[in-house]
């Protein structure tokens, strides 16, 4: 089954946010949260390989369909959301995967209610401040939403911003701009994102991580340096890591294919006794 192809969306007032979401497959729960001002559609290349699951992806408030809040928000009160949606749904126990920004919301969720989640997948992201950070013209890049506005700018840093397949083969530059211009940011809900990732850290608590954990990144990630993933490996005892050569920090999106069966691997593996 691709699941883009019965993609759909939804609009419904969760906890204190109006939210749209999609709830799409069958299968064991799959929780997935994306990346500063990211959109459900922006998932669209890794559900296409993604077999066996029913995923559940959000709008945090000021991306795609979710409107901004206009007061600040929090990596906490993002996690909020994710679980506020996983009740009203009805879902008490689920995986989590967070990509980049979203992997910061991901471990703050599971730090929260390690009780909701079965498995943890952390993909091209950090456990915050202080992080190993990347080149200083890729941090100021990041302080704006323009390459979810503008096609020409997008192809103009997507290359050195993210590294990887897309780096190397430009072709794939339109079509990934698509996915993020359909349903671009606030600028508002766009800051509030940024100002959450600059001021939130997890150093000092993930270690109380206990779920099977998988970690993904990609050596060629210019955004964030894969020291970033061997951090993480080192903080979350028996955590797995997986480095994928070449690949860049869209590896969910640009290698799909390649990283989407280490994902069901790593989610149907039986748990230890211990675990």
Request: aromatic share 8%.
């Amino acid at each position: 089954m691709t699941a883009t192809a019965a993609q759909s969306f939804t609009t419904a007032r969760i906890g204190s946010h109006t939210i749209r979401f999609s709830a799409e497959g069958d299968g064991p729960p799959l929780l997935l949260i994306m990346g500063l001002g990211g959109s459900i559609e922006m998932w669209r290349p890794f559900l296409s390989a993604l077999d066996g699951f029913r995923t559940i992806a959000f709008d945090v408030p000021g991306t795609g369909g979710s409107p901004p809040t206009p007061w600040p928000q929090t990596m906490r009160s993002y996690a909020a959301v994710g679980l506020d949606l996983l009740d009203h749904l009805g879902i008490n126990h689920t995986a989590v995967l967070g990509y980049s920004f979203g992997g910061m919301v991901a471990q703050e969720l599971v730090l929260r209610a390690p009780e909701r989640v079965s498995h943890l997948v952390l993909t091209a992201t950090t456990a915050g401040f202080p992080a190993v950070p990347p080149q200083p013209i890729n941090i100021m890049r990041m302080f704006s939403p323009l390459r979810y506005y503008s096609a020409s700018y997008y192809r103009a840093v997507a290359p050195t911003l993210f590294g990887g397949r897309t780096a190397r083969d430009p072709s794939l530059l339109d079509a990934e701009f698509e996915h993020r211009h359909s349903a671009p940011p606030s600028l508002l809900g766009y800051i509030w994102q940024t100002a959450a990732a600059m001021q939130w850290s997890a150093v000092h608590r993930d270690h109380r991580i206990r779920q099977p954990t998988l970690i993904i990144a990609g050596d060629d990630d210019r955004l964030v340096p894969v020291a970033n993933a061997r951090v993480l490996r080192s903080l979350i005892q028996g955590s797995q890591l997986e480095i994928f050569p070449g690949a860049g920090h869209l590896l969910l999106i640009d290698q799909a294919a390649d990283t989407a069966p280490i994902v069901e691997r790593f989610l149907r593996a039986p748990l230890h006794p211990e675990v």
